[in-house]
């Protein structure tokens, strides 16, 4: 019955809950590319920054101020928060960036509630369709007092069509939150360490 519908035909089939459907998964799938680059750029960042800024301490905080004055890197960012506390202390110093650095973590958490929410709606949006395509079928069953199968099979093909596109659609958004979830802990730890290490080292110069 559904070996000669294309994808168009398979979104009539489907009904509402089905365009609804594809429409969250054009859209998760904008947010994992738009949070891939992000996470790609955040982590070069990190990768790159850190031997450019030990080359410039030994000179001072100043040369290190200079040095980053022009660096949008979220280290950069750190860094500079940091030094703008160099006078009141290596306390201080590590709480500013302490808090800045929770701001950058807090970028990489964008539109992340998003892809949580399509995955964890998906399922039951599917579900009412299937709700609906028995409903249907069960209907055109009565209309038709108790013909033969053909009668009920476009209601059953809506059902079993919203079924399929609701876990399509969630299962790649709830992966991807969780990979991006992990990988936000992870970048978080390492952000975090090499804050440390920056003011270890910017004091340890002052000293």
Known sequence: MLNNLGLIALLQKGGITVIVLAFFSILSLGVIMERLRAFYKFKKG???????????LAH?????????????EPLAKIFKVGLSKYNQGKTA???????????????????LGV??????TAPFIGLFGTVLGIIRAFHDLAIAEGAGPSVVADGIAEALIATAAGLFVAVPAVMAY???TRRINSLSL??????????????????
């Open 46 to 56: 990190l990768k790159a920054f850190p031997p450019q800024i030990q080359k410039t």
């Open 93 to 111: 110093a590590g709480e500013a960036m302490e808090l800045a650095a929770r701001q950058e973590i807090l970028s990489l958490e964008r539109y």
């Open 115 to 120: 892809l949580g929410t399509i995955g964890s």
């Open 178 to 180: 969780n990979y991006f």
């Open 60 to 72: 001072g905080g100043e040369a290190a101020a200079s040095a980053i004055s022009d660096i949008r």
């Open 190 to 207: 390492e952000l975090e360490g090499k804050a440390a290490e920056f003011v270890s080292i910017l004091f340890k110069e002052k000293q």
